[in-house]
């Protein structure tokens, strides 16, 4: 499409691409994990260090699956000032979809302290959204989709058209947003007219530089894997959420009316008004030639009921004051504009009644303004007191950090499990402010309880319609080789097009199920004689049935719609089965009775807590959350019933309902053993501040061992195991396993 620069030409000559590739894997991490500037977390590294590896093995793409909220800035923040550094890459396209991104990643390239206290910006020459055009001392460039599709395929004025040259490596932000506009389009992505279009821009604008390309995304859908590959790392939403580095959802609050029950009919011969979004016409229909029938899921999108979303909000209201900066903020997911204008409104007149600041409450959607307006109220609502309830549909489902968000409602329904990933993931970070531990959902059209992954790859098996479990119960009764190999290249066909649409979490717990990532486990098939196969396959039945419950699933105006309705419920499922609190409890007790000795860290936890590591009880949470059971909902639950506030971890739950040991709160638990601790030693006041920063650090942790004294920032930083064990004469191991039998020596009658 375009040319190389003269200057760019001089530059390719110029660099020396074997000698830059040698100084970046030179080049030390202390930058990196400095507390005072960059700080990063072990998997941001290794983010880094999967990058830096694909493209040294001569990669011109890779695509790193971060979960939302884990630090994707943080991490390229990193990234960048290595390649520049290094001159791996002499110029960086840092492309984003939006402004409101690019501007909130200028923030950390301009706040975080790199080499000699400087951020990036100090050290770098960095274009920001305002500049179209580069020169040669540019090394960063950030940009959005759109203003980049401007200059390339719709210049105007015979502006000049970048060269190809003028950046040797783009980084793509929320690589996903491509295939997801679920949603109005924006202004800016009215220059596209449909969604097709709007993929095929986005493909050329990034594949129309000779560079290479690195996506970023929380959630990987198939045409993203299309352009950067598989991802080279990825670390997921349940992952982070047992390491510590996000917060977990409490059970659904789940809210029925009359109307969404029973949903909304019209008979045959009735006239019904419409609403023409586009034109703003409102007009009654002919009489209905046939029975017209809406379900929830098409509430506030091709039916509007006010009544419907007041009863709605008047419930929720009595559970959020909007003036308690304390609890955090709310966000509301409405379909389209004009419905939230009409939340904005009704929530006005309800806390106008209690005599609440109706301050508070404001609509974030792009008709409030231009770019700048739209960007002050994102600033607002992330900076500011009020607004503390935002109503949105699109603006902030996508990059924005809000930490104190800690509470979603959905009146909107989704089709796209990325899209619906994505709003949740505006309520999963941490933000020790508000001592936020959980965050809540309030769902009124059945999202969380019904939707599924949408696959749109078509099968290519003998019987592409057999489920997983179908084709395993042939396997069963199957006994000749030949039919068990047939059956076992189906089974391994299917696998082959299911993985391509895994979420990074389902990849998490395929390869702790089954030992093995996906490519491996087939490889292994395949080496195996049929009838071992046939073991092996049979021997994963539960996670076969995993990877098929997340398979696939696959005129007229609005209609206005005025017929009364009431809360008819609220209710808390907990777990897969939306149970009620007790028999959520009574689940889980079973479940550990009935495993203990099946799966070696129950058994563990039961009987020599001690022993735990940390691994073991990171693959045993994620077993755990496979059957609905998480340490959140597992306090809510228990809490709900005893109208206590006691906040347990894992191993005290499973310690209580498997030997009847007593349930303590986790900071009591830490409390007591570390006060044990101190009396049974005569610490120096050295030694006694490193205790109290273990005690910390199993605030966040259930584990403490000698193996953290290396990986945790705040010990490594110090000098790891081999410094602290210096400063308790060579006795550290010793008093790490003695608090960790403190621990948990609490009475519990081990059977």
């Not at 290794?46 to 793409?61: H, V, W």
């Not at 210049?155 to 000049?160: C, H, T, V």
């Not at 550990?592 to 000795?597: C, H, I, K, M």
Request: proline fraction near 3%; charged fraction near 25%; include cysteine.
């Amino acid at each position: 499409h375009g040319w190389p620069s003269p200057s760019g030409i001089e530059e390719l000559l110029q660099q020396d691409m074997d000698a830059a590739s040698q100084r970046l894997a030179a080049m030390s991490e202390d930058l990196l994990t400095d507390p005072s500037g960059l700080n990063l977390r072990d998997y941001q590294l290794q983010a880094i260090r999967a990058a830096e590896s694909a493209i040294a093995q001569g990669a011109q793409t890779a695509l790193l699956a971060m979960a939302t909220g884990t630090g994707k800035t943080r991490t390229v923040l990193g990234m960048m000032y290595r390649f520049l550094k290094s001159g791996r890459f002499r110029r960086i396209l840092f492309l984003v979809d939006r402004n409101a991104l690019g501007i909130q990643a200028l923030d950390v390239f301009k706040d975080v302290q790199l080499e000699e206290l400087l951020p990036l910006d100090k050290i770098y020459n960095i274009k920001d959204l305002s500049e179209q055009f580069i020169d040669k001392e540019t090394r960063v460039h950030v940009a959005t989709v759109q203003g980049m599709a401007r200059r390339i395929l719709y210049s105007q004025d015979n502006a000049p058209l970048p060269a190809v040259t003028d950046y040797d490596l783009i980084i793509v932000d929320e690589a996903h947003r491509g295939y997801i506009l679920d949603r109005e389009m924006s202004d800016d992505e009215a220059l596209y007219r449909d969604q097709r279009d709007y993929q095929s821009t986005y493909r050329e604008v990034i594949d129309y530089f000779k560079a290479v390309k690195i996506g970023l995304t929380a959630t990987p859908a198939l045409q993203t894997t299309q352009i950067f590959g598989l991802p080279v790392f990825h670390y997921g939403y349940r992952e982070a959420v047992i390491d510590g580095y996000l917060v977990d959802h409490d059970a659904p609050h789940q809210l029925t009316t009359s109307l969404s029950t029973a949903g909304i009919h019209y008979k045959q011969g009735e006239q019904i008004t419409t609403y023409d979004p586009q034109t703003g016409v409102v007009s009654n229909s002919e009489l209905l030639e046939d029975e017209l029938d809406f379900d929830v899921s098409q509430f506030n999108r091709s039916v509007v009921n006010e009544n419907f979303n007041r009863a709605v909000l008047e419930e929720i209201a009595q559970y959020i004051d909007p003036e308690d900066a304390a609890s955090g903020k709310t966000l509301i997911y409405a379909v389209n504009d004009q419905h939230a204008d009409m939340i904005v409104r009704i929530l006005k007149e309800i806390y106008a009644r209690e005599l609440m600041d109706t301050d508070a409450i404001m609509k974030i959607t792009g008709s409030i303004g231009d770019r700048n307006a739209i960007d002050q109220a994102i600033r607002r609502f992330k900076n500011e007191v009020f607004p503390s309830i935002a109503v949105t549909v699109d603006l902030l489902t996508t990059g924005i950090d809000v930490p104190e968000i800690s509470r979603l409602v959905f009146l909107r329904c989704v089709k796209s499990r990325i899209l619906y990933e994505q709003m949740l993931g505006r309520a999963t970070r941490l933000c020790p402010s508000i001592d936020k531990t959980h965050f809540e959902i309030y769902d009124a059209v059945g999202l969380y309880k019904t939707l599924e992954p949408v696959s749109t790859m078509k099968p290519v098996a003998v019987n592409p319609s057999a489920t997983f479990p179908q084709l395993l119960d042939g396997l069963a009764i199957m006994e000749e080789p030949v039919q068990i190999l047939n059956q076992v290249n189906q089974i391994i066909a299917k696998l082959q097009r299911r993985k391509r649409s895994m979420t990074d979490e389902i990849l998490q717990h395929f390869t702790d199920m089954a030992g093995d990532s996906p490519d491996d486990f087939m490889e292994r098939l395949q080496d195996m004689r049929p009838r071992e196969a046939k073991t092996l396959l049979l021997s994963k039945t539960a996670l076969f049935e995993l990877i098929q419950n997340e398979g696939y699933r696959g005129g007229r105006g609005i209609v206005i719609d005025n017929k009364p309705d009431g809360i008819t419920g609220h209710t808390r499922g907990y777990g897969k089965g939306n149970l009620p609190p007790q028999d959520y409890l009574q689940a889980f007790a079973t479940f550990v009775q009935n495993n203990r000795n099946e799966v070696a860290a129950l058994n563990i936890i039961c009987t020599r807590p001690a022993d735990l590591t940390r691994e073991a009880l990171k693959s045993l949470r994620l077993a755990l959350g496979r059957e609905g059971f998480t340490v959140r909902q597992l306090n809510s639950a228990l809490n709900s019933m005893s109208n206590t506030a006691i906040t347990a971890d894992i191993i005290s739950f499973i310690r209580r309902y498997a030997i009847n040991a007593e349930l303590l709160g986790h900071e009591e638990r830490i409390e007591r053993a570390v006060a044990r601790l101190k009396a049974a030693h005569d610490f120096s006041s050295a030694e006694e501040k490193w205790i109290d920063r273990m005690a910390s650090y199993l605030l966040n942790e259930s584990v403490l061992s000698v193996a953290s004294f290396d990986s945790h920032p705040a010990f490594r930083g110090k000098g790891g195991f081999v410094a602290l064990n210096r400063l308790f004469r060579n006795n550290l191991e010793s008093i790490v396993a003695e608090l960790n039998i403190y621990l948990y020596d609490d009475g519990g009658l081990a059977a």
